[in-house]
């Protein structure tokens, strides 16, 4: 089994929301009339969902813990996002912000998108056209589809390694922990439909949560929106313990022209 179906034998059914998989979860995964039709027990519906491994013994499983636990890293230590932002360009430069992002996943995903946003400066431009223009120093796609792939592929076996994003003055950095995995290599990886899920259920999770919309295009998507804003590619460093995403920002480029 991938790690996040598998059970965490020390972990209860207790320590998983029942008001978020029924209030977020569920109504997001089927539609409403399947929903009145359905006569399983909470534990069925656990198991159905691969929160937990089987209805009789109803142990959460690492996807459950991910999706709807109550304090994640009480049982996945690295599952949250660690976010600097660092006055300069490099890391012995000053921290003007910094938090730990903890939650449940689809909680993370909405926190962090508001820190990205609140750091994400706006140009606004009342003159070149009749429509107002608003230039941002990083698209918004952008940071959602790295930031969010990075949650959804990294390793979380082996490792206590949260995701990390450092802003710095020129560049936003996004470090997740696992390499490429199962059938991408460092040649394919990014190239658009070569994916491979080291998370499958995860990746399913995330989908139905709205974290993500289609498999396979999270890169393309985000360079194309890197390139409409003015911006470079994204430049990837490929190990064998880590992916690391460097993505420069509009304000640097245009210095370097």
Not at 8 to 14: A, Q, W
Not at 125 to 150: C, H, K
Not at 215 to 238: H, K, Q, S, W, Y
Request: glycine share 8%.
């Amino acid at each position: 089994l991938p790690f996040d179906a598998r059970p965490l034998v020390s972990c209860g059914i207790d320590q998983l929301s029942r008001l978020a998989f029924e209030e977020e979860y569920l109504r997001n995964a089927f539609a409403p009339d399947v929903l009145q039709a359905n006569v399983r027990t909470y534990e069925q519906q656990l198991s159905a969902c691969k929160m937990v491994d089987t209805p009789d013994s109803a142990v959460p499983t690492a996807l459950g813990v991910l999706v709807l636990g109550k304090v994640p890293t009480d049982w996945i230590p690295g599952a949250y996002v660690q976010f600097l932002r660092i006055a300069g360009s490099g890391l012995a430069d000053p921290i003007v912000d910094a938090a730990d992002i903890r939650g449940r996943v689809g909680r993370i995903v909405t926190l962090l998108d508001e820190k990205l946003s609140s750091h994400n400066r706006v140009a606004v431009d009342l003159v070149s056209g009749p429509i107002e223009r608003r230039t941002y120093t990083y698209p918004v796609a952008a940071l959602q589809q790295i930031t969010r792939n990075a949650i959804m592929h990294r390793a979380y076996e082996g490792t206590n390694a949260p995701v990390r994003v450092s802003w710095f003055d020129d560049r936003v950095e996004v470090q997740n922990s696992g390499g490429v995995f199962g059938s991408v290599t460092p040649e394919t990886f990014g190239h658009p439909g070569v994916t491979d899920y080291r998370n499958p259920n995860l990746a399913e999770a995330m989908k139905v949560l709205g974290c993500v919309q289609k498999f396979g295009a999270g890169i393309a998507t985000a360079n194309r929106a890197m390139l409409d804003n003015g911006n470079p590619e994204i430049v990837f460093t490929i190990e064998q313990t880590h992916v690391l995403a460097v993505l420069k920002s509009r304000e640097s480029t245009a210095a370097n022209v």
